[in-house]
């Protein structure tokens, strides 16, 4: 929970600058970000063995 302390008088939206600045410092949106772009890694590996073919295929056509 993200608590902003108000002096006596701070405008309105002077403190919702600082929520903004510390809701982005605590990094929420990008974990959720993260979290909604995952891969399993069966599937991480088996693309990363489709590039492996590709530049070992590239490579031999260079030769």
């Known amino acids: ?3 902003v302390p108000l002096k006596e008088g701070e405008n309105i939206e002077r403190a ?3 929520f ?4 982005e410092k605590t990094g ?3 974990e959720l970000r993260r979290r909604q772009a ?3 890694p069966s599937v991480e ?5 489709i590039h492996a073919v ?3 295929k590239l490579h031999q056509e260079e030769e």
């Open 38 to 40: 995952f891969t399993k």
């Open 54 to 56: 590709y530049v070992q």
């Open 16 to 18: 919702l600058k600082k």
């Open 45 to 49: 590996k088996r693309k990363q063995k």
């Open 28 to 30: 929420v949106t990008k």
């Open 20 to 23: 903004k600045r510390k809701f």
């Open 1 to 3: 929970m993200i608590i």
